[in-house]
T-cell receptor
Framework: AQKVTQAQTEISVVEKEDVTLDCVYETRDTTYYLFWYKQPPSGELVFLIRRNSFDEQNEISGRYSWNFQKSTSSFNFTITASQVVDSAVYFCALSRPNSGYSTLTFGKGTMLLVSP | EAQVTQNPRYLITVTGKKLTVTCSQNMNHEYMSWYRQDPGLGLRQIYYSMNVEVTDKGDVPEGYKVSRKEKRNFPLILESPSPNQTSLYFC?????????????FGQGTRLTVV
């Protein structure tokens, strides 16, 4: 069975602080994809990143960076110099093999509150 | 514009009154799925479909039905809604291939059953 654990339910930071959101996953598959989505207060799901299981390179996109470590089954997300607009719920997700890896198992989400 | 369209966006209904939430995609994706989001539980998969006339249960299928008569549409049917189905629902359309896999989500439907 698959599982995605986001142990941090809620994080509060002050603007310009760096913050890391943790994601630990469990799967028996050797091929899989990991995702991060952002859900702002307006409610839609915004795709942030996809990483496949064969690519352990870390990725940076502006203030966002992701650290994928297969050895610890973790896919952590760091926001550098956080801003108020980063306030949202962030979901980590793992692809399901029975749908061509295209449907997802989600973690419970981490609510990030960035105050001015 | 590539998109997944859900309707309605908001719905308040009474217990036992059948309802349908529609979902349509214009990307010719084979896979479509429904999720519900509840506070503290994240998103959980209700049903998914691999292609026309092929559907399967997700993690929380009880109380829901789906159909896939056309590739672009995947409606979610609640034949006798109950208050515990009050939730935020998302439809997704997805692909899997050489370019990887990715799901595209609709805007969500907030359902309240009283």
């Amino acid at each position: 069975a698959q599982k995605v654990t986001q142990a941090q339910t809620e994080i509060s930071v002050v603007e310009k602080e760096d913050v890391t959101l943790d994601c630990v996953y469990e799967t028996r598959d050797t091929t899989y994809y990991l995702f991060w989505y952002k859900q702002p207060p307006s409610g839609e799901l915004v795709f942030l990143i996809r990483r496949n299981s064969f690519d352990e390179q870390n990725e940076i996109s502006g203030r966002y960076s992701w650290n994928f470590q297969k050895s610890t089954s973790s896919f952590n997300f760091t926001i550098t110099a956080s801003q108020v607009v980063d306030s949202a719920v962030y979901f980590c997700a793992l692809s399901r093999p029975n749908s061509g890896y295209s449907t997802l198992t989600f973690g419970k989400g981490t609510m990030l509150l960035v105050s001015p | 514009e590539a998109q997944v369209t859900q309707n309605p966006r908001y719905l308040i209904t009474v217990t036992g009154k059948k309802l349908t939430v529609t979902c349509s995609q214009n990307m010719n994706h084979e896979y479509m799925s429904w999720y519900r989001q509840d506070p503290g539980l994240g998103l959980r998969q209700i049903y998914y479909s691999m292609n026309v006339e092929v559907t399967d249960k997700g993690d929380v299928p009880e109380g829901y039905k789906v159909s896939r008569k056309e590739k672009r549409n995947f409606p979610l049917i609640l034949e006798s809604p109950s208050p515990n189905q009050t939730s935020l629902y998302f439809c997704a359309s997805s692909f899997s291939g050489q370019g990887g896999a990715r799901a595209f989500f609709g805007q969500g439907t907030r359902l309240t059953v009283v």
